[in-house]
T-cell receptor
Framework: QKEVEQNSGPLSVPEGAIASLNCTYS??????FFWYRQYSGKSPELIMF????GDKEDGRFTAQLNKASQYVSLLIRDSQPSDSATYLC??????????FGAGTTVTVRA | EAQVTQNPRYLITVTGKKLTVTCSQN?????MSWYRQDPGLGLRQIYY???????DKGDVPEGYKVSRKEKRNFPLILESPSPNQTSLYFC????????????FGPGTRLLVL
C-alpha cells in the first residue's frame, strides 16, 4: 500500500500567521498531488492540486512540490479562524487511486 | 446543482443484517469510489468504478460489495456487517477527462452493534 505521511498535529497558529503543512509519499510513480480540507464532521473538499515541481499559488494557499525528495507542502498565509480544519494530502499516480495521509489538524487562534 | 448524494446519512444496525448505502451523482462522471474514514487511519479506498459495469477493489474491500449498473449510481453493500465496519463512509466521483479531481458526498456514519 502506498504510504503518505503528514506532519503530526494539531498545529496551532495565531490569526494572521503562516501555517505550514508537510507531506511525504512513498510512491515514486505519483504524478498528481491534491490537498483537501475537511471540516469536522464534513466531507473533504479540494483546495489545491499541483502536478509540476515548484510552487503553485492560489489566493492565500501555496503548494510546493519536490518530486525528487517525494515531498509536497501546503502553506496557508494570513491564517484565518475559518482555516481551522484537517488538511489531507493525496498523491495519485494518475490511476485515480488517491492515497490519503491521516491529515494534519490546524487550529487558528483568534 | 452539481453534487454527490448519499443515503442514509446516519445508520445504526446490528451484526449480520444486510444493508445498502446508496450513492448518486449528477455530473455524468465516469469514475466513482467508496472510502471509509477512521480516526488515525485517514481515508482508505474500498472499491472504485471506472465506468458502468467496471468495478475494482481498493485497499480495504473485505466485507463489502458494489455494483455499477447505471452511470450515476454506485451503491455500497454490506452483506453481513460486523462491528469493525463501524466507520464514516464517503462516496466520491470524478471525470476521467478532468484530471484526477474527485468530489465527495456528505458522508454516511454507520454504527454496527
Amino acid at each position: 500500500q502506498k504510504e503518505v505521511e503528514q506532519n503530526s498535529g494539531p498545529l496551532s497558529v495565531p490569526e494572521g500567521a503562516i501555517a505550514s503543512l508537510n507531506c511525504t509519499y512513498s510512491d515514486r510513480g505519483s504524478q498528481s498531488f491534491f490537498w483537501y480540507r475537511q471540516y469536522s464532521g464534513k466531507s473533504p473538499e479540494l483546495i489545491m492540486f499541483i502536478y509540476s515541481n515548484g510552487d503553485k499559488e492560489d489566493g492565500r494557499f501555496t503548494a510546493q512540490l519536490n518530486k525528487a525528495s517525494q515531498y509536497v507542502s501546503l502553506l496557508i498565509r494570513d491564517s484565518q479562524p475559518s482555516d481551522s480544519a484537517t488538511y489531507l494530502c493525496a498523491p495519485t499516480a494518475n490511476d485515480y487511486k488517491l492515497s490519503f495521509g491521516a491529515g494534519t489538524t490546524v487550529t487558528v487562534r483568534a | 446543482e452539481a453534487q454527490v448524494t448519499q443515503n442514509p446519512r446516519y445508520l445504526i444496525t446490528v451484526t449480520g443484517k444486510k444493508l445498502t448505502v446508496t450513492c448518486s451523482q449528477n455530473m455524468n462522471h465516469e469514475y466513482m469510489s467508496w472510502y471509509r474514514q477512521d480516526p488515525g487511519l485517514g481515508l482508505r479506498q474500498i472499491y472504485y468504478s471506472m465506468n458502468v459495469e467496471v468495478t475494482d477493489k481498493g485497499d480495504v474491500p473485505e466485507g463489502y460489495k458494489v455494483s455499477r449498473k447505471e452511470k450515476r449510481n454506485f451503491p455500497l453493500i454490506l452483506e453481513s456487517p460486523s462491528p469493525n465496519q463501524t466507520s464514516l463512509y464517503f462516496c466520491a466521483s470524478g471525470s476521467l477527462w478532468g484530471g484526477e479531481t474527485q468530489y465527495f458526498g456528505p458522508g454516511t456514519r454507520l454504527l454496527v452493534l
